[in-house]
Structure formats: C-alpha cells, structure tokens
C-alpha cells in the first residue's frame, strides 16, 4: 500500500481527495498544525511560520500532494492579505522541500495546487493553454511563484505536476455555496457584465485529475484542471438557476458595486477568459462532467 501526504488536507478539495485516495486503497496522512492520531487519518504536525514538519511525515511518503494556501477570495486584498496569499503558498513549498532534502526521502513525485489566475484576471477571445506565459497583474504573479516554488522538486529528479485550477463546484462548500445563495432566494444575477468566461469543474473530476497526476507517470508539469465547455458567467448564472429551478430575471449586478465591495479583488469576478482542457484530455483523462448542466444536476439533484 502506497503512502501519499497532503498539505492542506482539510480543506474542499483535500477532504474530498483523501477519500477518493482511502476508497482506492492508498494510505494517506495529512499535515496540520495540530497533530491528531486515531483518526480516519494519520495526521502529523507542521508550522510553517516556524519552518516546521514532523520528519516521519516526510518519511513515510511515497508521494506529496501540496493544497496549501490562504483563501484567495476570501478577504479583500490589504497588503497584509497580499503577502499572506503569497506567503502561505510559496513559503510551504519551500518547507516541505527543504524537508524533502534534510530527510533524504525522495518522493516518487510532487503535485502541487496552481490556478487558473496563472493567465491573469482578463476577458479576450483567446483561449489559454499551458504553453501561455503568466500575467503580470496580482493574480497572475501569484500562480507564477507558486509554480516557481515548486521547480526544485523537479530539478532534483522529482516528478512534479502542477495542477491549474478553476472554479471548483463542490455542494459542501467553495464557490458554489455562496453563488446558489443570491439563486435560492429567486435574485440570482449575472455579474458586471456577464460576458466574462467562468472556467469550472465538477469536485469529482478535479480529484480524479490529481489522482491520475499520482497513478500516471508520464503526467509532468502543468496542466489545466477545468471542464471543457466554455460558459460565460451569465450562462452559467443561468443554468444554476434552470437546475435550482428558479427564475433567472434580475439585471446584472453592477461593476462599480462589485468594484466598491470588494476593492482589487472584484477583478476576480468581473474579468475571465476561456482556458483550454486539451492537454489533460490528450493526457488520456476522461471528464466525468464534461457539462455545465449535469455537473450541477448531480450536485443538486443527486445529492
């Protein structure tokens, strides 16, 4: 039985993908800053504030998947908040590696989290790939040094993927749960403009891409983890509400209230491009909601 550790394991994706990973039969510990044993999970200790890791974590692991890092939508953008984001991703990569080296126990791989703000917050007509350089606004530099951080598992020998997230629609909880809340209440709305593109994928496909990034040795560098169907944020405003089965009416919310609400970080909303799923799909990868409509039938109806 392989051992695989998650950093960030707590959060929507970590704890959807330990499941996965216990239902398949793999071993899996989590690192936490408090260390709990005799749980579902081993769980071991890490500060990183402090530089610390529990070195049988490390040890133990036969491969390390990285989740961590702060909210990016989570509070407005000071620039306390700006360092932290960056902080809290770049600084627990370099951890875990120094660590990686101090111990000497060479993963068979390293996958790390990324996102899809790597091409910055921009509406074009340009559908991004991999092969795309970062943007240079806030968003875009953040994905950069987090991938960045991850280079010296690679020049070390470590096969390392880098996986480029979009909005993930998960019913217990993220993204989802905030936008079906406005719907719920028959006052869902477009935003800004609606026209801007809302790249997304379905929990369950964005945990079988990482386990594949495990199972698949030829996967290696980045890749774009979102649905193929492109849908605009109007569209999608209004397939949520069509699913919910409630009206889809309201005029679109204004960018200067997003704008006075949420500062620099309304540009998350307002702004996004179409971003391609070819090279995971060349990879071999099957897409289990490939459509907007029935990915948010099965969270809402199935469910």
């Known amino acids: 039985m392989e051992t695989i550790l998650i950093a960030g394991g707590a959060g929507l994706i970590g704890t959807n993908l330990s499941g996965k990973l216990k239902e398949k039969g793999y071993n899996v510990l989590l690192l936490s800053r408090k260390s709990k044993r005799g749980n579902s999970y081993s769980v071991y200790s890490w500060n990183p504030d402090k530089s610390e890791i529990e070195n049988e974590a490390i040890k133990r692991a036969d491969y390390i998947i990285n989740l961590a890092g702060a909210g990016i939508g989570d509070k407005r953008w000071t620039k306390k908040r700006k360092q932290l984001i960056i902080d809290s991703r770049v600084r627990t990569t370099g951890l875990i590696f120094n660590k990686v080296q101090e111990t000497g126990k060479k993963p068979k791989a390293f996958v790390t989290s990324s996102g899809i703000g790597y091409y910055g917050s921009v509406t074009t007509e340009k559908i991004f790939s991999e092969t795309d350089l970062p943007a240079s606004d ?98 999608f405003m209004r397939t949520l509400a069509q699913v919910m089965g409630k009206p889809f009416f309201f005029p679109a919310i204004p960018s200067v209230v997003l704008k006075l609400l949420f500062g620099k970080m309304s540009d998350i909303l307002l702004y996004g491009s179409r971003i391609s799923a070819e090279k995971i799909i060349s990879a071999g990868f099957e897409f289990r909601f490939p459509g907007l409509a029935n990915a948010l039938k099965d969270l809402f109806i199935k469910r």
């Not at 991938?147 to 993220?174: H, N, Y």
């Not at 006052?187 to 199972?215: F, T």
């Open 138 to 235: 806030f968003i875009g530099q953040i994905c950069q040094q987090w991938e960045q951080a991850a280079d010296p598992f690679e020049k070390s020998g470590i096969r390392t993927v880098k996986i480029r997230t979009g909005i993930v629609l998960s019913k217990k909880g993220g993204a989802l749960s905030r936008m079906s809340v406005p719907v719920k209440f028959w006052i869902g709305s477009a935003l800004g403009s609606g026209k801007q593109y809302l790249p997304w994928i379905h929990i369950d496909d964005l945990c079988d891409i990482y386990v594949r990034a495990i199972e698949d040795a030829k996967m290696t560098g980045a890749f774009n983890a979102v649905a193929p169907q492109h849908v605009s944020n109007r569209e």
